[in-house]
């Protein structure tokens, strides 16, 4: 009898050991073969540029920046369940900061990305301790006020900030040419979904599960909610403003637009097609639909349109995202493998 049988009939303990065995081997073949297949998938980002043209390069490079967004955004609210529309924020503050300062006060590349990074840290625990004692839509609400109020300060104060015209900002290597920010944005997305994994393979993983499971059980069992998730709010916005002060000074011109809603929306929508509570779902959302943006361009009157369906499809069909497609390929094909993966069942 196997395995599946002896979890349904435990009066059955001669296959105990045998189940457990074979557990522990699946899941070490599990995790042997997703690191062989993330380790392909990074020795192959590593060498597209050599096939690839600058216009394609710099594609990816800009889908890099959002896929490291959507990743600490999913953080936040695909694994602590808290619904921020003010994430995008912290890049624009972070990339503001470094260019001001560089501009106003001569400080270099180092001192400016630090100083933005450390705002982003200062504001997102100010606002945490505030806001953080909410959720859901009143999260949100909070969380998109505090957008609006900063963009439209970036934009009234035009002699200070550029205004909508923006303000310029110096070159990190100096060049416009994509390929030295293509790697620098790759190592800052290997860095962004790396210190999420860590998080979420911790004891601080668990808490921030239960608190988002259920709050009420989880502050029985002793986990301090206000402190973790103020922690993580923290931790997803640095990351943000990581993100956000590089990306300032890898395109030569900042504007209020990094701060528009829309710029939120792309982010959620990059975490639900590729797969909100997964590590690498977020990634390949991204990364898959500003590919798809750019093959659409020409069409661009129903681009928008054309990933709206495809937004609702998913949440209809695929709630898991790509995630939940790939790991039902192997179902479909009759290959095995395991159960669908749902956002909601995680």
């Not at 528009?260 to 997964?278: H, K, L, P, Q």
């Not at 790991?327 to 995680?346: C, F, I, N, T």
Request: net charge positive; with cysteine; hydrophobic share 55%.
């Amino acid at each position: 009898m196997g395995c599946s049988a002896s979890r349904s009939e435990p009066f059955e303990p001669h296959n105990s050991k045998t189940c457990a065995a074979s557990t522990s081997l699946l899941s070490m073949n599990t995790r042997l073969l997703k690191t062989i297949g993330l380790a392909g998938v990074l020795a192959a980002a590593l060498g597209f540029p050599a096939v690839m043209s600058d216009y394609w390069t710099y594609v990816l490079t800009i889908a890099f920046f959002y896929a490291a967004m959507a990743a600490s955004w999913n953080l936040l609210a695909g694994y602590t369940g808290q619904f921020s529309l003010g994430h995008h924020t912290f890049a624009m503050i972070s990339a503001y900061t470094s260019t001001l300062l560089m501009a106003k006060a001569e400080v270099g590349f180092g001192p400016g990305i630090a100083a933005g990074i450390l705002l982003a840290v200062v504001l997102s625990w100010a606002l945490g301790v505030v806001c953080l004692k909410v959720h859901g839509l009143y999260l949100a609400l909070i969380t998109w006020a505090f957008a609006e109020v900063a963009r439209n300060y970036l934009r009234m104060h035009f002699t200070f900030t550029g205004g909508d015209r923006g303000l310029d900002s110096a070159l990190l290597f100096g060049t416009l040419k994509p390929l030295p920010y293509y790697y620098l944005f790759l190592g800052i997305l290997v860095f962004t979904v790396g210190i999420i994994a860590v998080i979420m393979y911790s004891r601080m993983g668990y808490y921030l599960r239960a608190i988002r499971d259920d709050a009420i059980a989880a502050r029985s069992m002793g986990v301090h909610i206000v402190r973790y998730k103020v922690l993580t709010f923290i931790i997803a916005s640095a990351l943000a403003g990581m993100a956000g002060a590089f990306y300032g000074h890898s395109i030569g011109l900042i504007s209020p637009v990094m701060g528009d809603f829309n710029e939120m929306a792309m982010i959620i929508i990059f975490v639900v097609i590729g797969g909100m509570r997964t590590q690498t779902g977020p990634v390949a959302g991204a990364i898959v639909i500003r590919i798809a943006l750019e093959l659409l361009r020409e069409q661009s009157e129903i681009r928008i349109v054309i990933l709206s369906i495809l937004v609702i499809l998913i949440m209809r069909f695929f709630n898991g995202g790509l995630m939940e497609l790939v790991h039902r390929l192997p179902q479909w094909l009759h290959l095995g493998g395991r159960e669908s993966v749902s956002a909601y069942d995680k």
